[in-house]
T-cell receptor, first 112, second 119 residues
Framework: DQQVKQNSPSLSVQEGRISILNCDYT??????FLWYKKYPAEGPTFLIS?????DKNEDGRFTVFLNKSAKHLSLHIVPSQPGDSAVYFC???????????FGPGTRLSVLP | GAGVSQSPSNKVTEKGKDVELRCDPI?????LYWYRQRLGQGLEFLIY????????KSGLPSDRFSAERTGESVSTLTIQRTQQEDSAVYLC?????????????????FGQGTRLTVV
């Protein structure tokens, strides 16, 4: 029973266009959400996060949107670059900073 | 370095042998996590240590898996009588969240992982 879901295992986008990666969660106790990027043979690296008190957080080309009522968040990358090609994991934790629960990941390919 | 360090980076072992994987978290990080990633799959939670609390072992797949942590430092993940299905990348992460903290949100920092191959 996955608490964090990423229903698209892969996504291909043309360079310069927008990449939108989606994530859904089921546990209403989650109130902190993170996106990680993972290149092959490397550990995941933190990308951007959002607290449940916000509905948007922006950092350069990366923006995360949170819809608490729908238990849905998304990561937007604009403009997409070939170096963004990686697996993106959505993660969630609760207010007590306990365990991070990860989604299965979405493999993004940005085509030149 | 200042990051999470895991060793070995690669391990090939024969089926039935025991293996021990090591994780050195970032100094001062109270929380430590072990995950594994099988080929083509997502991050699977294994175990979580937080300060002096009893670890959350709910993700360990069988009693062949165990982990220890000495205080707030090194952790070892031990897999006994390895099986081919144990082949995966084992990832360790740490975070600075103090025990019992409320409203303190931060990210987990990952090591490079140990690639375990059971032949």
């Amino acid at each position: 029973d996955q608490q964090v879901k990423q229903n698209s295992p892969s996504l291909s986008v043309q360079e310069g266009r927008i990449s939108i990666l989606n994530c859904d969660y089921t546990n209403s106790m989650f109130d902190y959400f993170l996106w990680y990027k993972k290149y092959p043979a490397e550990g995941p690296t933190f990308l951007i996060s959002i607290s449940s008190i916000k509905d948007k957080n922006e950092d350069g080309r990366f923006t995360v949107f949170l819809n608490k009522s729908a238990k849905h968040l998304s990561l937007h990358i604009v403009p997409s670059q070939p170096g963004d090609s990686a697996v993106y994991f959505c993660a969630a934790s609760d207010n007590y900073g306990q365990n991070f629960v990860f989604g299965p990941g979405t493999r993004l390919s940005v085509l030149p | 370095g200042a990051g999470v360090s895991q060793s070995p980076s690669n391990k090939v072992t024969e089926k039935g042998k025991d293996v021990e994987l090591r994780c050195d978290p970032i100094s001062g990080h109270t929380a430590l996590y072990w995950y594994r990633q099988r080929l083509g799959q997502g991050l699977e939670f294994l175990i979580y240590f937080q300060g002096n609390s009893a670890p959350d072992k709910s993700g360990l797949p069988s009693d062949r898996f165990s982990a220890e942590r000495t205080g707030e430092s090194v952790s070892t993940l031990t897999i006994q009588r390895t099986q081919q299905e144990d082949s995966a990348v084992y990832l360790c992460a740490s975070s600075p969240i103090p025990q019992g903290a409320v409203g303190m949100n931060t990210e987990a920092f990952f090591g490079q992982g140990t690639r375990l191959t059971v032949v």
